[in-house]
């Protein structure tokens, strides 16, 4: 019975470390392991840079009082029950600035009402799932401590959608896997075929499991149907058995789908047969202008790597804590309800690496999800792989972002 | 035509499933027991070779290394989690071979981490067209190594000595013993080839399905309902209801939705076991009491 007690007592000390008065402690959450990693780690990774430069610098100007972040990292695994765990957790910290992360809508979905619960300030990021935000404009919330930041899917679809049509296709196959995400992106595609005046004709509408490796059944009766690309959603490697499927059977037609083609995992299996395959990106890996350029070399020689796993996720988690950083400045407080009210209020532009942000969220209105959403449509492009790297698939959209920089 | 090809691609599948239920089905035949983390070990087989890969083993190498690290692999459930439990007439294997499944599970996901990983192969994955129909070398490869590997195997418990010692263990253990043979070193001969087979099985599908910690996780129920479904003496009985279950599942997601996937294997499986308990291919066995 003593030894439980002394084992319990040095368990205890080991997992509450005396936080310091004088550290801004947010959390990092995502899933660092699993299909899903490529992104959360890429996230993780790129939101520690910024975190690492600003400590660098001595943290943040608090009051007149420089402050470093502290950060605690934790792995949801990309599950639905770990989401709502961590949750938990994170909401019972008293002394919590805000939250970083999620990449999975499940995830988004299980755990962020424990936070809003206690007014914990939220950024999401990367999870674009439509759902997580919808759900407290659904609910009429009126008070919301859930920011994103990220391309929804509203706009990834329309995109999507957009680039269907603009490639003067008639008829499209839709493909979508059985997750929260797959569905919600399968209803947006078809929301967006609508608005967009029905233009496109749906042949096939197909699911997929996670896990699934054998989809010719599906692609034939796109095929069948005379699909002239197939829109997908879903995550890495069961787009890559979609693509891989694609070319055996002969179907030489473009996939077009979620920003999660850019995943490594969907690049790295789908091998050649991945070139050409189209999706909105928020940041493309190629040094266009020196911010981009320093991001990326930074971000290289950090974790030893010539190629960012997810350069939409490291940009964006390295943005959304210079966001962050801005409002604790604004805040002139660690307060994370403090926090929020800035966040909806920033008066000084931020300058990221995706875009420079000014005034990126205002004061939520149940009515427009908008409120708490950062990106737009300007700051989307569509990407598409080549040789095994996501480029500016239209070479207008890269000579924009350079001007936009340089302005 | 295109009902030809949903065929074949399923029928594909099929054939893997078939090979995985193989395993179960040479350790069934010796010693009436299973191992139910033969999925982990054509997970573990297929990321052990991966490893030779990148070592710069070159392919033709890396397959004998990976089959033999499957044997070991084999061997070594045999030893941990089955032996001890058949000499005392129990059923601890059950829990037992389960437990070193996850024991493996675990391993993988800390040796080689979870993600899903390409496997390279020499064999071309560009498509030929035979009478319309679309099929890749790498699912060619597929078909003759799972015939080659239970031909051979077949032929082996046929032909050779061994092998017949073998055939005599499955068919009466304690009359066998009386002639001299050792059960238990059939068995583990037994557990060897089982792990040879699901090596072969991680080394064959490997370039299709990728290779992950949970590659084989889906694959081993559907191998679980053939076997259950071919009967658990049948050799060749798996390689039928292998392919038939491929097709079907293809078909399915063809003809009804590829919601209803899964639907035919489950409903095969009950019928199967309410008609024929024994399976379809399976002897009706004499029990005294």
């Not at chain 1, 999706?279 to 890996?285: A, G, L, N, V």
């Not at chain 1, 971000?299 to 390295?318: D, K």
């Not at chain 1, 700051?379 to 790297?389: A, F, N, S, W």
């Not at chain 2, 304690?174 to 059939?186: D, H, K, P, Q, V």
Request: glycine share 10%.
């Amino acid at each position: 019975m003593k030894k439980i007690w002394v084992v319990l007592l040095m368990t205890g000390m080991l997992i509450s470390p005396a936080w310091g008065a004088d550290t801004i402690k947010i959390a990092i959450t995502g899933p660092f392991t699993g299909g899903s990693a490529p992104m959360g780690a890429s996230m993780r990774d790129g939101a520690m840079l910024a975190v690492t430069e600003i400590n660098a610098a001595g943290g943040v100007d608090v009051n007149g009082h420089k402050m470093p972040f502290e950060v605690i990292e934790r792995d949801d695994e990309a599950k639905n029950e770990r989401g709502a765990l961590i949750g938990q957790e994170l909401a019972s910290m008293k002394d919590l600035s805000g939250v970083i992360g999620s990449v999975n809508t499940g995830v988004v979905l299980a755990g962020d009402k424990y936070l809003q619960e206690k007014g914990i300030t939220k950024i999401i990021t990367p999870a674009a799932g439509s759902a997580s935000m919808t759900q407290w404009s659904k609910a009429g919330v009126k008070d919301l401590s859930i920011f994103r930041f990220a391309a929804d899917d509203a706009i990834q679809s329309a995109m999507v959608v957009e680039e269907a049509m603009r490639r003067g296709y008639t008829k499209v196959g839709l493909l979508f896997d059985s997750t929260n995400y797959g569905v919600s992106g399968r209803d947006d595609l078809m929301n967006q075929i609508k608005t967009q005046g029905n233009k496109l004709q749906v042949v096939a509408t197909e699911k997929f499991n996670i896990g699934d490796k054998d989809m010719t059944a599906q692609l034939l009766r796109a095929k069948a149907g005379g699909a002239q690309a197939i829109l997908i959603w879903g995550i890495g490697p069961e787009m890559a058995a979609v693509s891989n499927g694609m070319a055996k059977i002969g179907m030489k037609v473009p996939l077009i789908g979620g920003w999660t083609l850019c995943m490594s995992n969907y690049i790295d299996n789908a091998g050649k047969n991945g070139d050409g395959t189209l999706m909105p990106q928020t940041f493309i890996e190629d040094p266009i202008t020196p911010k981009a350029k320093a991001f990326i070399e930074a971000y290289h020689n950090a974790y030893h790597v010539t190629r960012i796993p997810s350069p939409v996720s490291a940009a964006q988690g390295y943005d959304a804590v210079y966001i962050f950083a801005a409002a604790v400045k604004q805040a002139k407080s660690t307060d994370t309800h403090k926090i929020k009210a800035a966040l909806e209020d920033l008066q000084e532009p931020v300058k990221g690496v995706i875009a420079t942000w000014n005034h990126p969220y205002s004061k939520w209105n149940p009515a427009d999800e908008q409120t708490h959403e950062a990106f737009r449509r300007a700051q989307v492009v569509m990407g598409v792989i080549k040789d095994g790297r996501v480029e500016f698939a239209n070479e207008s959209d890269r000579k924009q972002f350079i001007e936009n920089a340089a302005k | 035509m295109i009902t030809a090809q949903i065929v074949v691609s399923g029928a594909l599948m099929g054939l893997v499933y078939a090979l995985v239920a193989y395993g179960f089905q040479l350790t069934y035949a010796t010693s009436k027991s299973i191992n139910f983390g033969q999925g982990e070990l054509v997970m573990l087989s297929a990321f052990f070779s991966l490893t030779l890969l990148d070592w710069g083993v070159p392919y033709w190498l890396m397959v004998p290394g990976g089959l033999l690290f499957g044997v070991l692999l084999g061997l070594f459930v045999e030893r941990a989690a089955v032996r001890l439990a058949l000499e005392q007439k129990s059923e601890g294997w059950i829990l037992l071979t389960i437990i070193v499944g996850l024991l493996g599970f675990s391993a993988a996901e800390n040796i080689w981490g979870r993600d899903d990983r390409p496997f390279p192969t020499p064999i071309s994955s560009d498509a030929l067209h035979i009478f319309g129909v679309s099929i890749t070398p790498v699912e060619i490869s597929v078909a003759i190594g799972v015939f080659a590997l239970m031909g051979l195997i077949e032929l082996f418990k046929r032909k050779t000595l061994l092998g017949k010692a073998f055939e005599a263990v499955s068919a009466d253990r304690e009359a066998a013993e009386l002639m001299g043979i050792s059960a238990t070193r059939t068995v583990m001969l037994s557990y060897g080839l089982s792990g040879l087979v699901a090596a072969m099985a991680g080394i064959l599908v490997s370039p299709i399905t990728t290779v992950g910690p949970t590659m084989a996780s889906a694959l081993i129920l559907k191998a679980f309902s053939v076997a259950v479904v071919a009967g658990l003496d049948s050799g060749f009985g798996v390689v039928i209801v292998g392919i038939f279950l491929g097709a079907l599942e293809s078909l399915t997601s063809f003809y009804i939705g590829s919601g209803w996937r899964e639907a035919p294997g489950l409903i095969l499986l009950i019928l199967a076991l309410a008609a024929r308990p024994n399976g379809v291919f399976g002897k009706a066995g004499i029990r005294k009491v």
